[in-house]
């Protein structure tokens, strides 16, 4: 298992290196320009040559990659255009909003996504079953933003039990919370129930009915396990929707987080931020999908066998 | 000498509904088990063979499968009255089941030896989890597989040692019943051989009743003591190994499956299939349902549903020996 | 020889696939939300009929946030335009962007993987990393970088999710051609001495095509989500073209007064998504019909 485990860890390498390349080169010949920024609009073109080259913007594409990596090796996460201030100081206030909205939300659709959709299969064809497919069919179909338009006019506005905008206390989380979980836990019920439905249909599951396993023990010991193996891929992919979500989220309802942070740096054109940011994220999605996998293989004793008997040779 | 009945099946009809229609699967089928005997239930695949197998431990598909007539009395008492939730008390205790692809009958997430423990545990809560351990080494040890290999998974087994711990799972509470349903037919031919062998012999250890579910007369002749040949979801043959194999009365399909199998002692040019396919289970034809394939049909034959007439226990559904009797 | 051969195959394509159709329409949830498509599709085909385009764009500032009238059936939005116009044509965008992403994102998919499945070795590593790298970056932070660099705007929407999305049909093709290079009637026709752009085309491609429909039917769907949602933070589609993501971004500050405004286009997404998503699953159900049982 520890091979696996080192194998994998080092496979993320090349993975986050082609992440930055791609990030880097794309935000680079982006016609952005520190000058409008930092001077103003009024900056003459030799201020501006100056500016460029004061910040190594003169320099080949290469170059600037190379410095931009190992800058950022050595913990300097470069510059924000804007504030001119480090960018990691920017992503210090932001990272924490993100985090508690995208690991709340994660913990939500974990949780009731598999439960309800293993219920939904178990039930199949049931009223409830009807409910439920039918309801997170069409949940699944609204935009997350659009539900949290709805939900903000209905709660904040209407009722005025929490607040429509920002993340003073607690409960400006609840709204933001509820809309990212909403929709992917949506998508997991509707593949948990699908898994589960495979899974039931199986040999094994027969055999273990054959030998006396009342329904309970054929679902939670035998079925369980063996859909869970695909569902845990699914919930890899989720964590990057609901990273994904929670730029759109963080929008709708003023969220000062990463989501925010990026939308904001981009259109202004300040770079280095938007730069830096996303690819906190894209690396942290990466790491997420990496524990996954290792779970993943904890799970399916076909990986684990493959590498214990491996190392047994 | 009369043996103690075990099971007895009457009337047993099941019908599948599907999107496309009702397909019936077994019709009207009757049968008894006597205690340490071996029944073989012979025929094509989709004559109702597995169906039969899985009706009398309740395990047809819920939705889609319904029993609508008969029953099945195992041991004085009609499974079908039973409550759904009390059959896991029977099912692996007293009539237990080997199913024919031992390639996907194993959990892939559970090792061999815990899924052996789990048979045990289920009947015997009493026992500790070191007798447990122990009552499977032994299983394993009986079908012929070292016990170090107890923590090893199924996708690291071969076909027939998966159909040995198939075995051993179904064996391990020592049932009175064992239904087998194509045990060997996705062994190679030398593992089929090992298998049987080692299947009659616990069978006569222990004493075990056996339904033995093949379309393989070879397996029949090697295992069972009473046979049924099914067509149609109907048994249009019933009789003793020797009435099978040695009368010269038998029905027109019986016969045929004969010629359609390689004989050593005559010298056959070739050999004789059975013209046609087996009639779609959503639209049987009236009366014999075999008379569309039959080279002796006459008129009655498509109209009239022939009753079984017995020869001494041997029983032919057949209008042609009508007129015998 | 060849007549008979083609006969025989074109046979058993129309049989199967009229099965499928077969299954496809007993299924009342598929049908439903062919309907709903069908209604979205009229106003796609028929937007400029029903109500023209300059009405969807046309100011009249003194007559700003009605609430829906018999003259204004969706009212009007902050600048005075009829929503219902706009609306109506903003069907007309994202049923277009869906469709053209799907199809481009879709075609390049099928190529590059159906070029890694079939010739593995070092093509397919190379197709499949790049593919790995492109997957681990969550989708709408790939468009957003994509975007910015090439230049706020549909078209650079448009370009940035065929690249976002390519990658997953690469992968969905290339495992179905995995799976199938060891099925007999392939390997039969590479023994025959097929050659591999006959094989890929004629024998692998037309067996992988179910899943990859119903990926792209439900795709279609997410695109057209990503795409208001991309709109509706202001990195997609700009005003004043009636994108439905980007009315309900203007519409969000009155929205307490004028709420209509955030509903008639959310409704309108929801009703084309929902619909390709119901056929999507009618499509998945039909084509495998073992899942229903």
Known sequence: MTRYIIKRLLSIIPIVLGISIIIFTLLSISPGNPATLMIGREATDEQVAVLEAQLGLDQPLLTQYVNYMTDLLRGDFGTSWQTRGPVIDEIAVRFPVTLKLSVFSTLIVIFFGVTVGIISAVKQYTKLDYVVTTSSLVIASMPDFWIGLMLMLLFALKLRWVPPYGASDWTGYILPVIVLSLGIMAMVIRVTRGTMLEVIRQDYIRTARAKGADEKRVIFKHALKNALIPIITVIGNDFGSILAGAIVVETVFSLPGMGTLIVNAVKIKNIPTAMTATLFLAILYSLVVLILDIIYAYIDPRIKAEFSRRKAR | ?325 | MTEINREIKTGRKNSQFRAVAKRFFKNKAAIIGLIMFSFILFFVIFAPLITPYEMAIHQELTNDLQPPSSQHWFGTDDLGRDMFARVIHGARYSVTIGILVTLVAGTVGIILGAISGYYGGKIDFIIMRICDIFMSIPYMLFCITLIVSIGLGMKSMVIAMCTALSPGYARLVRASVLSLKGVEYVEASTACGCSTGRILLRHIIPNVIGPIIVKATSGMASVILGAASLSFIGLGIQQPTPEWGAMMATARDGMRTAPHLIIAPGIFILITTLSLNLMGDGLRDALDPRLKN
């Open chain 2, 1 to 325: 000498m009369e043996k103690e009945i075990l099971l007895t099946i009457k009337n047993l009809t099941v019908k599948y509904k599907t999107d496309d229609g009702i397909a019936e699967a077994v019709n009207n089928i009757s049968f008894q088990l006597h205690k340490g005997e071996t029944l073989g239930l012979v025929g094509e695949t989709g004559a109702g063979k597995t169906t039969t197998g899985l009706s009398i431990l309740r395990l047809l598909p819920e939705r889609t499968a319904e029993i609508t007539e008969g029953e099945i009395i195992f041991k004085g008492e009609n499974l079908l009255d039973i409550p759904k939730n009390e059959m896991s008390v029977i099912r692996g205790k007293q009539i237990s089941m080997i199913f024919q692809d031992p390639m996907t009958s194993l959990n892939p997430v559970y090792t061999v030896g815990s899924q052996i423990e789990e048979s045990i545990f289920l009947h015997n809560r009493d026992l500790t989890n070191p007798q447990i351990k122990e009552k499977a080494d032994e299983m394993l040890e009986l079908v012929g597989i070292t016990p170090e290999r107890r923590d090893d998974y199924p996708h690291q087994f071969s076909g027939g040692m998966k159909q040995r711990v198939v075995i051993a799972m179904a064996l391990a509470c020592d049932p009175e019943l064992v239904i087998a349903d194509e045990p060997t037919t996705a062994l190679d031919v030398t593992i089929q051989a090992q298998v049987l062998r080692m299947m009659d012999e616990l069978k006569r250890k222990y004493g075990t009743s056996m339904i033995m579910i093949t379309h393989d007369f070879g397996v029949v002749a090697k295992t069972c003591d009473t046979v049924a040949v099914v067509y149609a979801g109907e048994i249009i043959e019933y009789g003793t190994v020797q009435d099978i194999f040695e009368d010269d009365k038998h029905h027109p399909y019986t016969t045929g499956l004969f010629h359609s199998l390689p004989n050593m002692n005559q010298d056959t040019e070739r050999l004789q299939p059975i013209e046609g396919l087996m009639p779609d289970p959503m639209a049987l034809p009236a009366g014999c349902k075999f008379h569309t394939r039959c080279p002796h049909c006459f008129d009655k034959c498509k109209t009239v549903l022939p009753q079984d007439i017995d020869f001494n226990g041997h029983m032919i559904k057949c209008h042609l020996y009508s007129k015998e009797v």
